[in-house]
């Protein structure tokens, strides 16, 4: 019978590695560009350097860390920052196995939740993304797992695991607020209906102050800030405002009202973003069936106030600490603190189907993934930016000029930050084009200039690479190659 699991969960996480392999990503000249920056900074004792870009991302430490060990061991290139994401949604599939079987106590949802985790799209495809989510969920999801086995095997140093787990997580990205609200509530639901304390949240939520505590004395050390993270956090929303509320909200509807513009955001922006997202092939609305059902049985109580509780946090909850500022959920990887619970209620709701039915809607859900999974290669430019990452590695002495955001990508698609002499960033409206040596290269990305004008980063007018006095070499939709003519 042990091995029988341990056969079908095997097969099901070889099958999760090879369609992550098949839809293989790689470097998206994203926010990967700044970590894969920092992560080299960081290998080199000068972090973070003169480092250009959102404020957070220094912050991220963890994952910093970890791509510098990557770095240390495989070099520093594209292959390295693909690992420990990798390594960690692979991870994901096995805990989405053990969490199932813990909470249900049913072999079958448990093997059924690791099957849809191995094939969900989202999590398929940012496994070789170098971004923070995937790590970040896995640390939270674990201690979660923890805190839950402790509860009922009524071990306390599980907790401490649990804790631990939990503390790991918070130099990664902030999600942990969500999870400690979430904790917060259960502890005060406790102690009211108990008259006692819940041990297992206590110590998470003492671990998870104490990191704050930690973290915030060694920044009033290095910078004279004990919320260095919440004062950097505030610099975020002000260095890219137009990927939060309410520039997001007025830009999808035009309102101008801030009641109308929240309304918006909360219900028809996140609303949808969250149910009729297609990545996400309907598993949230189906989360939210299987709940309804959850409130009439009176079972899966703790599942259902991990998934509704995430649910309403994500869409309603503020992210700033001036301002009520609900996320934008226009970008699918900030939904990924959703999608564990989210995939656990789906499984129970798939086996309460006939055999039938149910490997049915399997392979209708395998299917549905593999077509997403390659709209998803469609949405990062998959085929174009391998071409351009092809191009700029056979092409590893050329003298490169671009702008700083771009310049990150291309000195780790050729492995060239330690070489000064391969790129030069444009910077500055001084800067002139004309006077670059001749056979020169200029990189251009019209939607990276753009994006960094709106930062306040300025640039000279880059008309003049219309002009006789360059020739284009190559495009690549977002990125045009340019040399410097000899004419």
Known sequence: MLSNKILKISIILLAGILIRLYFNIGHIFSDDAYYSYLSYNLLNGDFPGDYLGYPVSPLRINHLILTTFSYSIFGVNEFATLVFPFIF????????????????KDGSISLTAAVLMAFFPT??????????????????????????KSYKSNKIYLAVWGGAFLFVSMQFKEHIYYTSILLGVLWLYY?????????????????????????????????????YRLTMTELNYQFCFYNFFPYTAEKHSGATSYWENLFNQV??????????????????????????????????KLLTFWFLGTLILLMAFTTSVSGYKPLDLQISWYVFPLFMPMVLLSSIFINKFKSYLKYSLIIIYIAGSFIMCSHYEVY????NGNKFKKFLRENPEKFIHTDHFTKYSID?????????????????????????????????SKKHVAELRIQKFNFPDFAILSSSTFEEVKSFRDFKVYRKSSK
């Open 191 to 227: 102690l009211v209906k108990h008259q006692k304390l819940n041990i297992q949240i206590s110590i998470a939520l003492l671990f998870i102050i104490s990191n704050f505590l930690l973290e915030g004395s060694i920044y009033l050390c290095l910078h004279n800030d004990f919320l």
């Open 412 to 444: 780790l698609i050729r492995s060239s930050y330690d070489k000064k002499n391969t790129s030069e960033r444009i910077l500055g409206k001084e800067f002139n084009l004309v006077e670059i040596k001749e056979g020169d290269w200029i990189v251009y």
């Open 123 to 148: 999590d398929v495809v940012f496994a070789t993304i170098n971004f923070v989510d995937i790590s970040t969920m896995f640390f939270i999801n674990l201690g979660i797992y923890f805190l839950v």
């Open 267 to 300: 219900f028809f922006i996140n609303g949808r973003s969250v149910f009729l997202r297609r990545f996400y092939l309907f598993l949230p609305f189906v989360g939210v069936i299987q709940s309804i059902f959850n409130f009439r049985k009176k079972e899966y």
């Open 89 to 104: 949604s692979i991870g994901s599939i096995l805990l989405t196995y053990k969490l199932a079987a813990l909470l249900t």
């Open 380 to 383: 990062f430019k998959k085929e």
